[in-house]
């Protein structure tokens, strides 16, 4: 039991363990780090996984040569790409029976509402922008695949989202992971990616909770 809290501790919060595994598993790392953000974008079941704070803290261990820069831009912008490309297909061929239960243990509904009406207001172009919301970054391929959305037009706006969400994340941490300001208040950067990441998600919802609370307005009489 100790070594499964351990393990899902480690996955949880890998962008607090990246030197200790990088010291550990050397090369590896790339391997490791390849399938976490995979995961993080290709599979439904694991949007907990980090993904911001990841790339961020990722680029601040290369500004200081514990990872190679320009293999962390090519392999984590390929796993991005390919995650949601698996995901889109695993939306059209089993979305629509995953979620026909209201209730699951695994796979949340509201999760797939939420990035519906998400989808719903930005088309085609939620692709690129939830690569930027936590949660909606895992279901938005998901729901394009469900949609039936033209692969093609998907693949354009899957690779452009891909290079944009890990170059510019991993890139910020390059430059700026490692200024005096930054090192010193390094979680609370951390947690600043990740409030500002899930704000747009937050305020949708509110928008969304402040509408339907409104009450109906009845027809003005002639």
Not at 109 to 127: C, M, P, Q, S, V
């Amino acid at each position: 039991m100790d070594l499964i809290e351990h393990l899902i501790d480690l996955l949880v919060n890998l962008d607090d363990h990246l030197l200790e595994i990088t010291r550990q598993y050397g090369t590896w790392t790339y391997a490791i780090l390849f399938a976490v953000i995979f995961a993080e974008t290709g599979l439904v079941v694991t949007p907990f996984l980090p993904g911001d704070s990841l790339l961020f803290a990722l680029g601040s261990l290369a500004a200081i040569g514990a990872l190679d820069l320009t293999t962390l831009l090519v392999l984590m912008s390929a796993a991005a790409i390919i995650g949601d490309t698996v995901n889109y297909w695993i939306g059209a061929r089993v979305g629509p029976k995953v979620f026909s239960q209201e209730k699951s243990r695994f796979f949340k509904k509201e999760y797939l509402d939420r990035t519906h009406a998400f989808y719903e207001k930005y088309g085609g172009k939620t692709i690129i922008i939830a690569r930027f919301v936590p949660i909606i970054r895992t279901f938005a391929p998901f729901v394009a695949g469900i949609g039936k959305m033209t692969y093609l037009k998907f693949l354009t706006y899957n690779v452009l989202g891909g290079l944009l969400w890990v170059g510019g994340l991993t890139l910020a941490g390059f430059f700026f992971g490692n200024l005096p300001f930054v090192r010193e208040h390094f979680s609370v950067i951390i947690i600043a990616i990740i409030i500002i990441s899930i704000l747009p998600g937050v305020i949708e919802f509110l928008r969304h909770r402040r509408q339907a609370s409104r009450p109906a307005q009845s027809p003005e009489a002639d």
